[in-house]
């Protein structure tokens, strides 16, 4: 969601694959009568995303993000446009795959927040959606290719990072005659570092008016921007996402792309701020579609921000990692122990269109790397010792983390980020002035008071990953900030795993 998040999108029961060894999941194929079932199966459970309210329920009158809203959505309709109301929800992933309206976790980031779109159909839409709700809402939505969406509010108040991104989450194939979970970015994020807010300040992004356009066509783009100034909105919050019709397959019938919108934000200054932001809608969801057809005058292409600046300097730190190994050994001893292997993970969304291949909500603000995989017990000379590279002391990432995934479900559990790497590597290397860039982590079923130690849990369901499963350690090392976007896979020194299995 980095992967995310969002397993609603992908087909139910037997149309699931198993989890791969390297915990990328590649679903089967499916069709429209599957999707019906599924949807019959969602509805009976009397489940609605909203919790049994409309967005109307929460439509806000007056002043949102420095515009007149009720003025905005006027202009839109004197112009021509249907405005559908939807809404930016708080999703909670583990306790959708535990009341079995989506099937897996798709590597959601441990310890990372989500929001996601929840929309109606365009109008006149005959083919479902998936995982549409009884109200006829879903977090999964067809677009057509002169329809926009539109998010206007205010950015998350401080955090280390957020984001908003539409992902392509299943395409159709032709040749194969099958739809296939691609859950893949469209594109780059607008991130922190690169949104247009109020304000203009990079230095500090949080609690700013925005307002988001994801459209693929630049002449509805042009129209509402047009109605947005009339309303009282300032041009500096306004933000297009190219949503590329080249390749992508926008329409509403049973072969169109569906997608899914994502907001991720993570590790907020303030508790109290975080609560409140997640428990509340910050803003406003359109879904605008054209009462007339027009002359399409798509987008082409957007350029997509460079991975890396040719700074490789994690890699001197090869030296130092490899005496750090040996210290863990001399601590732990060897004969018990296993070095797992560290590799990419997840490529990215154009890749994943053409190979057909899911990627589970991948973003290009990160890295993605993942161990082989293994299985934990509860003795308590079980453990692993996770070690490697603080990316962000480095200054090759704003923030790094490392977590643990179930490989069946892709859920991530139980993960620790940056903000505690520091000083963990100084007993292991006492003077070393590399050691400021280390760390080292031990994850294990009861840390019995151990500091630097993370405890895996065994549930309940998708909120633990059982004795008898498999896992996988991920790494991810976010926004280069002379970049704002991951850094490159040559630029950073990968971490590593060790494995230590009871006498």
Known sequence: ??????AYIILAGPCLGETSATGMTNESSFNLEQVKEHMALVRSMNFTWLNGTSPEDGMPRGNVAGGDILAFKAELEKDGFTVQLGELKTVNIHDLVNQGVVFTCNGNNAGALYKSYVLP????????????DKMNMSTTYRLRPDEAIIYIGNTPPNCTYFSYQSFQQFHYYPVEETFKKIFGNVGDTINL?????????????????IMIVSTADMGIDNRIKAAAISAGYAPEIYNT?????????????VKSDGFTFLHRMTYFSNQTEEKDYMNETP???????????????????????????????????FPALSLLRAAIFEKYGKENATELITHVWLTEGYDALQRGIDVIGVTRDTTYLNSTTFKLGDDPSEFLIVYGVNHAATGKASYSNLGIFGARLDNG????????????????????????????????????????????PTGPGSYGIGLNDTAYIVFRAYNEKETA?????????YDRVLKFDSV
């Open 241 to 253: 996402e190219i949503l590329p019709s080249s390749i992508l397959n926008m329409g509403v019938d």
């Open 485 to 493: 976007v991951g850094p490159s896979y040559t630029e950073i020194a």
């Open 1 to 6: 969601m980095e992967a995310l998040l969002l």
């Open 413 to 456: 559990v139980a993960g620790v980020d940056n903000r505690r790497f520091e000083g963990t590597a100084e007993e292991y290397l006492p003077g070393n002035p590399a050691a400021k860039y280390l760390y080292v982590w031990k994850m294990t079923r009861n840390c019995s008071g151990e500091v630097n130690c993370t405890e895996v």
């Open 193 to 209: 570092l690169t949104a247009n807010i109020s304000g203009k300040s990079q230095s500090d992004p949080f609690d700013k008016a």
């Open 121 to 132: 159909p365009a109008p006149g839409q005959t083919v479902p959606n998936i995982f549409s």
């Open 283 to 317: 803003g406003v969801v359109l879904r605008i579609t054209p009462n007339q057809s027009a002359e399409l005058n798509p987008y082409s292409m957007p350029e997509l921000r460079v991975r890396g600046n040719g700074n490789a300097s994690e890699l001197d730190l």
